[in-house]
């Protein structure tokens, strides 16, 4: 499990150390860096993933494209470059990139892994040095493999394309492989910790009963086309219904199914990174999207999650209470915009009966703010 990520001059960033728990939760102001410190993350995991033996990190991929060098290094300093570093349970790692403002990629200018450090490196693979120990190798392969989706999910479609199991591993950034790995995965078991009671360990039908618990009355028909490469997706959510094209079951239900996907795909010690998991639900649904992170979590599934829902916080809060995982494995962190007023992340505490220690300005308080206000406590 990754336990903390370090930024130097990277985008709003001067230095950012962010400790990283089993279910990380990233909340706050928008244009406050959330999204910044997953980025860090998918421009690892698109450069080892595409570029396996490059010493050039890629800012442009299939998971993110920020653009240039001048895009993504930090204004204020006077950097050339940026620091990405990662701490797990036994090691630490270090990269330093360097460009040009007008480039598109950036070169390593050092990688530093415990106490060994090499400069200007002339052979990588997966950004780390030849002969590598196997406990970074296994680092290596969990950045590799992590799962990254996006606010921007794929909209319903008519069709979607089968893919080649062998290529395509994971839901996409979009969800746009979502209903091509739950075809070909659909017979596979999902573990233990994640499997609902009373229903079929195979992913098909989780992913049927988990979207569900979200949606009730949700089925779902996925059938490859004859004579294609293409499967062809059948929603309802009542049985007294036909199965109907994804156009005309709402959008909630297409958002939440690739992150369904994704978590009951994924397996103990993988890394699963998710924007926004409650766009498009109602707001029980969302603190069920909530304690659904918690079971992904209790699988031994590191989750990074970011979110402006006040719903899903509560569910975790609730989960955590109810004991299905301990405040411990919980970070929460709250950013604000860069200003000499005070450190950029605050990092609220859990305990072990779902309270928080601090609620710092803007931190999940509107409701309060808005009530305040119509019973005449509060001005505009």
């Not at 573990?191 to 360990?201: A, G, M």
Request: charged share 20%.
């Amino acid at each position: 499990m990754l336990t903390q990520l370090e930024l130097r001059s990277f985008k709003c960033f001067d230095i950012l150390r962010l400790p990283l728990a089993q279910l990380t939760l990233l909340t706050g102001l928008n244009s406050a860096g959330k999204s910044s410190v997953l980025q860090a993350l998918v421009l690892l995991h698109q450069t080892m993933r595409e570029h396996e033996w490059s010493t050039r990190l890629a800012l442009n991929g299939i998971g993110v494209r920020l653009g240039a060098v001048a895009d993504v290094v930090d204004e204020q300093s006077s950097s050339t470059g940026f620091e990405i570093a990662l701490e797990d349970q036994t090691n630490s790692y270090r990269w330093a990139f360097v460009g040009d403002r007008r480039d598109m990629s950036m070169q390593v200018q050092r990688v530093v892994f415990n106490d060994r450090m090499l400069e200007q490196p002339k052979e990588l693979r997966y950004l780390l040095p030849l002969r590598a120990p196997d406990s970074v190798e296994s680092l290596a392969m969990r950045i590799r493999n992590l799962v990254y989706v996006t606010a921007e999910r794929l909209a319903p479609q008519d069709s979607y394309v089968l893919e080649d199991p062998h290529v395509v591993t994971d839901v996409g950034p979009r969800g746009e492989h979502a209903l091509s790995v739950l075809h070909w995965g659909r017979d596979d078991s999902v573990p233990d910790q994640l499997t609902l009671p009373d229903v079929s360990p195979l992913r098909l039908r989780q992913v049927e009963a988990r979207m569900g618990s979200l949606f009730p009355g949700f089925a779902i028909d996925l059938q490859q086309a004859p004579r294609a490469t293409v499967v062809t997706l059948g929603l309802r959510t009542s049985e007294a219904e036909e199965f109907h094209r994804p156009v005309h079951t709402g959008f909630g239900l297409t958002q939440v199914l690739p992150v369904v996907v994704a978590a009951l795909s994924a397996v103990k010690g993988d890394i699963l990174l998710i924007e926004n998991p409650e766009v498009h639900l109602h707001p029980a649904g969302q603190a069920m999207m909530g304690q659904f992170t918690v079971d992904a979590a209790r699988a031994g599934i590191q989750v990074i999650v970011e979110t402006h829902s006040d719903h899903v916080l509560n569910g975790i809060r609730r989960a955590v209470k109810a004991g299905r995982l301990s405040a411990e494995q919980v970070a929460i962190h709250f950013f604000r915009p860069r200003s000499d007023e005070g450190p950029q992340v605050l990092s609220p505490v859990l305990d072990d009966t779902g309270n928080i220690d601090d609620w710092p300005d803007g931190f999940f308080d509107q409701f309060d703010k808005d009530a305040n206000y119509f019973a005449g406590w509060a001005d505009v």
